[in-house]
């Protein structure tokens, strides 16, 4: 067998597939558990007019104004996303690893690598339904913005066809630009976790305790939101998309004028820390998340391995 063929299997492997549903279930299960804390970090990125207040209070806030289930507005599109999004990253991550390898110890370079790759793949699949979803996920929410314009979408389908119809195509992969830049989060993400692992089982064989697995998902992604948020907050709002600017301002998206345009008039308005507006909110959730869901993939994939008589190799990690 040549090895074109073996690459192939590697890419078309029993064992990737494994570990693209296990991360996708996990991600959908720990997303759902913490969706409040996402809807209480978009208000504070988009609504540029409302006081940075605690999480708790924001989310007082939304429910008195918008009703009970308020926080939990756009669940479905966005858990539909996030299921696509982690399947596919999580696909590309450990074929290209797989591949790459060939059995022999990663690295940290060649993780950071092999998770900017599986990224970029993931933005350019999957945008137009982030773009979607952070619009279901807004509508009908109280702005304290008068510039943001309501929408009225019957759905994921109508949102497609409308924001199409009246924007084009291209409106389908608003903040492509921020997104490309900010696979450094999952791959930043990714080596410190893979490289905590190969540090906590250096020299012993067996499998991370669930307490273990949950610091040290919650510790790599706390870094990487931190390092790349102001970016994030740049791609909420080009993704959502309704915010007036200035005339005689690009209306070229996902140009590097754009991105630079709004992070210098956030700057302008609230300083640097205007940057970091809804961290609290967003590493509240975007930590739990991450730690929850780690624990949840690896015991899943631990789990499949186990009961279809498959020994999960230890090597790459």
């Avoid at 494994?18 to 959908?28: D, E, K, P, Y």
């Amino acid at each position: 067998m040549g090895s074109t063929d073996m690459k192939l299997m590697d890419v078309f492997s029993y064992e990737s597939l494994v570990h693209a549903v296990a991360g996708a279930m996990g991600s959908v299960t720990a997303m759902t558990v913490f969706f409040p804390l996402d809807t209480a970090r978009l208000r504070l990125q988009v609504d540029e007019k409302r006081k940075a207040k605690s999480t708790p209070a924001i989310l007082s806030e939304i429910i008195k104004e918008e009703g009970l289930l308020a926080p939990y507005r756009g669940w479905f599109p966005v858990i539909c996303s996030l299921c696509c999004s982690n399947f596919v990253y999580f696909y590309c991550f450990h074929s290209l690893k797989a591949t790459w390898l060939q059995g022999q110890r990663s690295t940290a370079g060649r993780d950071l690598i092999i998770g900017i790759a599986a990224g970029v793949v993931n933005v350019l699949v999957t945008t137009p339904l982030w773009v979607v979803n952070t619009r279901l996920k807004l509508q009908g929410a109280k702005f304290r913005n008068e510039d943001i314009q309501p929408t009225h979408y019957n759905g994921i389908k109508d949102a497609f066809v409308q924001i199409m119809r009246q924007e084009g195509v291209g409106a389908l992969w608003n903040g492509t630009f921020p997104s490309l830049l900010l696979v450094l989060n999952p791959a930043v993400q990714f080596m410190i976790y893979e490289g905590l692992k190969r540090q906590i089982l250096r020299g012993v064989h067996r499998e991370l305790s669930s307490v273990e697995v949950f610091l040290i998902g919650a510790v790599a992604k706390a870094v990487a939101t931190t390092i790349t948020y102001p970016l994030q907050t740049v791609q909420s709002v080009l993704r959502f998309g309704q915010h007036g600017q200035p005339a005689g301002q690009s209306r070229l998206l996902n140009s590097l004028r754009s991105v630079m345009y709004l992070l210098i008039n956030r700057v302008r308005k609230w300083g640097i820390l205007g940057l970091f507006k809804g961290l609290e909110a967003k590493l509240l959730q975007t930590v739990l998340t991450a730690a929850l869901m780690f624990l949840l993939y690896e015991k899943i994939a631990s789990t499949t391995f186990r009961v279809m008589g498959v020994k999960r190799p230890m090597t790459s990690h």
